[in-house]
């Protein structure tokens, strides 16, 4: 099998669902003690019109943090991901 350099596995979302588990490949050139910051975008075309839009995380950061009135929005929108095993 050939390495990916970076990419995404299973990210269509299926109709009639909310949501779908990707797996996502980093550069390697990220080490294992890295952090990368990923975005998440979404697109579609229905009757010949294109929409697109930003996933957001707030509902994982409120949930995360409970105790934070109002949670900071510089950060919807990102994941924070690590190499993982190969």
Known sequence: MMPVE????????????TNATVRVFLPESIGSREIALLRIYGQTT?????YAARAS???????????????????????????GQK
Do not use: C, H
């Not at 229905?46 to 294109?50: K, L, N, Q, Y």
């Not at 409120?62 to 919807?76: G, I, N, S, W």
């Open 6 to 17: 970076r990419g995404l596995e299973n990210s269509v979302i299926e109709k009639k669902k």
């Open 57 to 83: 995380t707030m509902p994982a950061i409120r949930k995360a943090f409970p105790m934070l009135v109002y949670p900071p929005e510089q950060f919807d929108g990102f994941v924070w991901v690590t190499p």
């Open 46 to 50: 229905i009757s010949d019109s294109a």
